[in-house]
């Protein structure tokens, strides 16, 4: 069985090639999860999947916040240091707007949640105390 040959690979672009993947595996899980809305999911389960939506929304809006921010720096070498830095970056952001979307949404998950509930006939959960 021949390997695979990674010499002319930088660490950066390994780096760049599994942000890229993990950023598609998010996208992915979150479609699968929005798409497995169905007369048969119950209140929970949306609610859930609208909450994260929003949380990932807020997540991209802020990367590309970052991005604008990043344009204006001046150019500086690629430091051995910064993919680790730009990993816990990621990873903190991520949870910050997990956070964020339990403490204090911004209503764009309770609309979300309207919406499909309306669209789909979701059923009430038998244990419905909170408003949502």
């Keep these: 069985m021949a390997g695979l040959d990674i010499t ?28 497995k809305v169905s007369s048969k999911t119950s209140d929970d389960e949306l609610w859930e999947a609208c909450k994260s939506f929003e949380a990932y929304f807020l997540e991209q809006m802020f990367k590309e916040m970052q991005k ?3 344009a204006l720096k001046p150019e500086s070498e690629d430091k051995p240091t910064q993919t680790l830095v730009d990993y816990f970056k ?17 209503g764009f998950a309770q609309m979300l949640y309207e919406n499909l509930k309306r669209n789909y006939d979701i059923p009430q959960a038998p244990s419905e105390g909170e408003l949502r």
């Design 8 to 35: 002319g690979l930088s660490a950066t672009a390994l780096t760049e090639y599994a942000a890229s993947e993990s950023k598609n595996a998010s996208a992915q899980a979150l479609q699968n999860k929005l798409g």
């Design 68 to 70: 604008s921010v990043d």
């Design 90 to 106: 990621n990873e903190t952001l991520q949870d910050v707007c997990a956070t964020s979307v339990e403490k204090q949404s911004n």
